[in-house]
């Protein structure tokens, strides 16, 4: 079964109902002790990075979070989730996140006549194949709403690069059974349920 990690700040419900129309059970989980017997785990997220990232602390999800990660079990964020699995977020001050995936999270730069979120359908320019996107073609379109964006460490782990402007920021990315990505699957239509339906057929422990 799928976890949906529940920390007062996710659109828990759309992504279970991603699943739930794939005929998949996911399930919305707020004990971070359940994390420990997992076979696939979601991280979503919308909102504030600090408020998120004091959230999980308070509800003692950091530690599980991080040892669930360096099991290789399924991982999937989704935007916000993508960001809190960084070292630093710079919204709106300095923040540390969970560091599971070095690098940072930083805001667009400005532009003339580019609009800050970005909000909208934009297309996929992948890097590096992975299993989630075995059925995705290139060029394809998701949806996303951010005005941050992650900058890996690391330029292996990056899945999916998108444009928006002049500026190339990563969409997506992929290291061992981890994923996570800056769109939102469970808004993208049949591209997003692709995505999903990859997951949910990942092997789990």
Same mark, same amino acid.
């Given at each position: 079964?799928? #976890?949906?990690?529940?920390? =007062?700040? @996710?659109?828990?419900?759309?992504? #279970? +109902? ?8 996911? $399930?919305? /989980?707020?004990? *971070? +002790? ?7 785990? %979601?991280?979503?997220?919308? @909102? ?10 308070? +509800?003692?999800?950091? !530690? ?14 989704? /935007?916000?989730?993508? #960001? ?9 001050? !300095?923040?540390?996140?969970? @560091?599971?995936?070095? =690098? ?7 532009? *003339?006549?580019? +609009?800050? *979120? ?9 890097? $590096? ?9 290139? =060029? ?5 709403? $951010?005005?941050? $964006?992650?900058? *890996? ?13 002049? #500026?190339?920021? %990563?969409?997506?990315? &992929? ?10 699957? !469970?808004?993208?239509?049949?591209? @997003?349920?692709?995505?999903?339906? &990859? ?7």
């Amino acid at each position: 079964m799928i #976890q949906i990690i529940d920390y =007062g700040m @996710g659109n828990l419900r759309s992504v #279970q +109902k991603a699943f739930e129309s794939l005929g998949v059970d996911a $399930h919305i /989980c707020s004990s *971070p +002790k359940a994390l420990a017997d997992a076979e696939k785990i %979601v991280l979503p997220g919308v @909102g504030a990075f600090r408020d998120a990232i004091n959230e999980l602390r308070s +509800k003692g999800f950091v !530690e599980p979070l991080r040892e669930y990660a360096a099991s290789n079990r399924p991982f999937l964020g989704i /935007c916000l989730g993508l #960001q809190l699995l960084f070292d630093v977020s710079y919204e709106d001050g !300095e923040y540390e996140g969970l @560091g599971i995936v070095p =690098g940072n999270v930083v805001r667009f730069d400005s532009e *003339p006549g580019l +609009k800050i *979120p970005h909000m909208g359908w934009n297309q996929l320019d992948i890097v $590096h194949p992975n299993p989630l996107l075995a059925d995705v073609a290139p =060029g394809s379109h998701v949806y996303f709403v $951010h005005s941050y $964006h992650v900058v *890996p460490n690391e330029e292996d782990v990056v899945a999916t690069r998108t444009s928006y402007g002049e #500026q190339s920021f %990563v969409s997506m990315i &992929a290291r061992g059974n981890l994923f996570a990505t800056q769109f939102h699957p !469970e808004k993208s239509q049949r591209v @997003g349920l692709n995505m999903l339906a &990859a997951f949910a057929g990942l092997n789990g422990r």
